[in-house]
C-alpha cells in the first residue's frame, strides 16, 4: 500500500505541510481565507530541534492500536486507510493513549482528527506531499 | 471447525475478526445474554448525556455478523458448559456443540452487603445499556442522586446525569476520587474541576445503612436521596469456567494463548486476569483495548494460528466534564512531575525504563510515552530528558526514526 515517508535529511523545517495540511481540510477553496488569523490544528507535524527536522502524520499501520483499541469502532480501516467516523467518535482518547507514533489528535470540532491521506477531503491526494518543497515527504509503495 | 463465543462484546467481536483472519469458513455462533446488537459498554454514559445514540454507540456495523458469518443468539444465556462432550447448556434446553470455545462473559456489578440496602425501592447498577436505561426512566429534573463509588463507573455515571437530575452527590470510602488510576494530586486537580460541576463529594467514608430513600454515613452525616446508584466496583464474571472445573483465581486464569486450563475453552476480557508486565503480577485489566486484543489472540488460535497475547499493561483515556486524563502502568518507581494550574504530568521510571504515567490536562501524543512502557524501551537508548519536557520521537535514535518514518 502507498504509503507517508519521510526523509528528514531532506526537511527544510518550513512547516509548509502544516499549512497546506490545515488548508486541505479546512473545507474552503481559498487558502487565505481558510488560514488567515487562523491558529491551525494540522495532522501532519512538524518536530524540529538542533537542525533536524521532520514531518510526522499517521502511519497507516498493518497492525493499528488505534484501531484495535477503538472503544466505539469510529476508527476503521479503508483498504488499509485508518479513518475516523466522527458521527460515532465521542472524543474518549484512547486513540491518543494507544497510538505509538502520537499521530492522532483532538481536532478543533471536540472529537479528534488524524491523517486520511486526503481521501476523504477535496484534494484525493495528500496535500502535505504535493507541496513540500524539497520533497522531503513522499507518497509511494515501499 | 465450530467456533461458539459466549458474550457479544469487545472480546467476542475481536475474536470473530481474529478468527476470520485465519478461518473465513467454519460457522461460528454468539451467544448473548443482552438483546442487543454488539455495543460499546463505555458509551452508556454518553447515552445518558445525549452525546450518542443506540445508532451511533453500536460498535459495529449492522452487518457485521452477516459479513463475518456469525449466527448471533440474542438474549439466551448460557447456563453450562460441557467440556468432555464439548456443548454448551442454554437456558431453553438446547445445547449448542463447539469444537472451540470463548468464553468472553465479561464482569458483574459488585455490591457489597449493606444494612437496609434492601429497603431502597429505587436503585441500579451501571455497567449495561439496560442498566442505563433503567436508570434513565427513574430520572426526573427534582431527582437527589446518591452514587456509591468515585471510581470510573461511578464518576462517568455523574457526568452522564449531572444536567438531568437536581443532585448528585459521590461517596466513597476512598480519601480520593479514581484511586485505580489517579495519585493524590491529580485526584484533587481533577475532583475540583467535576465540582465546579455542581457535583458534591463525600470521601472517606461509606455509608453505615439505608432506609428506602437516606444513607446514614460512617462518619455521622447523612445524605437523602431519590435514586441511588451502586457503583462500588465490578468482578468477573467467572461462574460459568468455574463451574465447568477451569482454574480461577482473582479471574478466568488462561496461558499465553489465552486458553483456559480446558482444552480447546479460550477466555478474554474483562473476565480474565492477566499478567501485567508493569508490576509483574497477575491482575484483572478490565479495559476495552485489552479485551479486544485478547479476543482477537484468541480467535487467531481458536483458528489455528499460534500468537501470544503478551505487553498486557494497564491503561485508560477518560475526561469528565472537557478534562482529560491519559494514564498507563504502575506508579511505583522515581518519579518526575510537573504541575500547573491546569495540567499534571507525573512520569514514574524502575530500573531504567518508564512503568508508568498519569497526564491531565494536556494529553497530547501522551501514545507515545504508552509504547515507551509496553516496548520496555530502556531509557539509556533514547534522549529521556526530552521526553520528560513532552512525548517526542525527535528523542528517539536516528534509526528508529528512520524505521518508522520512512519505512527503512
Not at chain 2, 460457522?27 to 454518553?46: A, N, Q, V
Not at chain 2, 456469525?70 to 445445547?95: F, H, P, Q, W, Y
Not at chain 2, 440496602?117 to 429505587?122: A, D, G, R, T
Request: aromatic share 6%; net charge negative; glycine share 8%.
Amino acid at each position: 500500500m502507498k504509503r507517508i515517508y519521510v526523509n528528514e535529511k531532506w526537511c527544510l523545517g518550513c512547516h509548509l505541510c502544516e499549512y497546506y495540511c490545515a488548508f486541505a481540510n479546512s473545507g474552503e477553496k481559498d487558502m487565505v481565507k481558510a488560514l488567515k488569523g487562523v491558529q491551525i490544528n494540522p495532522r501532519i507535524q512538524v518536530e524540529e530541534k538542533d537542525g533536524i527536522s521532520f514531518a510526522v502524520s499517521c502511519r497507516h499501520c498493518e497492525e493499528p492500536l488505534c484501531v484495535k483499541g477503538c472503544i466505539t469502532g469510529a476508527l476503521h480501516l479503508v483498504d488499509g486507510v485508518i479513518e475516523i467516523d466522527k458521527e460515532k467518535c465521542v472524543g474518549c482518547y484512547t486513540c491518543i493513549l494507544t497510538c505509538p507514533y502520537g499521530c492522532v489528535m483532538p481536532s478543533d470540532e471536540g472529537v479528534i482528527q488524524k491523517c486520511e491521506l486526503c481521501l476523504n477531503n477535496a484534494g484525493g491526494k495528500p496535500a502535505c506531499v504535493e507541496h513540500c518543497p524539497n520533497k522531503a515527504i513522499v507518497f509511494e509503495e515501499r | 471447525m465450530r467456533y461458539v463465543i459466549i458474550g457479544n462484546s469487545a472480546a467476542a467481536i475481536g475474536c470473530v475478526e481474529g478468527i476470520r483472519q485465519v478461518d473465513q469458513e467454519g460457522p461460528i455462533t454468539i451467544i448473548s445474554r443482552e438483546k442487543y446488537h454488539t455495543y460499546s459498554r463505555p458509551l452508556i454514559s454518553y447515552l445518558l448525556a445525549g452525546k450518542t445514540d443506540g445508532e451511533r454507540m453500536k460498535y459495529r456495523a449492522d452487518d457485521f455478523y452477516e459479513k463475518n458469518g456469525c449466527e448471533v443468539m440474542l438474549g439466551r444465556t448460557a447456563v453450562a458448559i460441557d467440556s468432555l462432550a464439548k456443548t454448551v447448556l442454554l437456558d431453553n434446553g438446547e445445547r449448542v456443540p463447539f469444537d472451540r470455545l470463548l468464553c468472553a462473559t465479561g464482569s458483574k456489578p459488585f455490591v457489597p452487603a449493606m444494612e437496609g440496602l434492601e429497603s431502597v425501592p429505587v436503585k441500579h447498577t451501571f455497567l449495561s445499556l439496560d442498566d442505563a436505561k433503567a436508570l434513565d426512566q427513574d430520572l426526573t429534573e427534582e431527582s437527589r442522586v446518591m452514587i456509591l463509588g468515585a471510581g470510573l463507573i461511578g464518576l462517568k455515571c455523574a457526568e452522564g446525569i449531572a444536567k438531568k437530575v437536581k443532585s448528585v452527590t459521590v461517596v466513597d470510602l476512598a480519601e480520593q476520587i479514581l484511586p485505580s488510576i489517579l495519585d493524590t494530586a491529580a485526584a484533587a486537580m481533577v475532583q475540583k474541576h467535576i465540582e465546579r460541576q455542581g457535583i458534591r463529594f463525600i470521601l472517606g467514608t461509606s455509608a453505615k445503612c439505608f432506609t428506602p430513600s437516606r444513607a446514614e454515613l460512617k462518619n455521622g452525616s447523612a445524605v437523602d436521596f431519590d435514586v441511588l446508584v451502586l457503583a462500588v466496583g465490578v468482578r468477573p464474571e467467572v461462574e460459568l469456567l468455574k463451574n465447568a472445573g477451569a482454574d480461577i483465581e482473582r479471574g478466568v486464569q488462561v496461558d499465553s494463548h489465552c486458553m483456559t486450563s480446558l482444552p480447546d475453552i479460550y477466555a478474554a476480557g474483562d473476565c480474565t486476569q492477566s499478567y501485567d508486565i508493569t508490576s509483574g503480577t497477575e491482575r484483572v485489566l478490565a479495559l476495552l483495548p485489552n479485551a479486544y486484543r485478547q479476543g482477537e489472540v484468541c480467535g487467531l488460535n481458536m483458528a489455528g494460528l499460534e500468537t501470544s497475547y503478551d505487553k498486557a499493561i494497564p491503561m485508560n483515556a477518560i475526561g469528565f466534564f472537557g478534562l482529560h486524563m491519559l494514564t498507563a502502568g504502575s506508579y511505583v518507581g522515581e518519579e518526575y512531575v510537573v504541575q500547573s494550574d491546569s495540567a499534571y504530568k507525573k512520569l514514574v521510571t524502575r530500573q531504567g525504563v518508564l512503568k508508568g504515567y498519569i497526564l491531565v490536562g494536556d494529553v497530547a501524543r501522551a501514545g507515545i510515552y504508552t509504547a515507551l512502557i509496553r516496548d520496555e524501551t530502556p531509557l539509556d537508548t533514547i534522549d529521556y530528558e526530552l521526553i520528560k519536557e513532552k512525548p517526542q520521537l525527535i528523542a528517539f535514535s536516528k534509526g528508529k526514526r528512520d524505521r518508522v518514518l520512512g519505512g527503512a
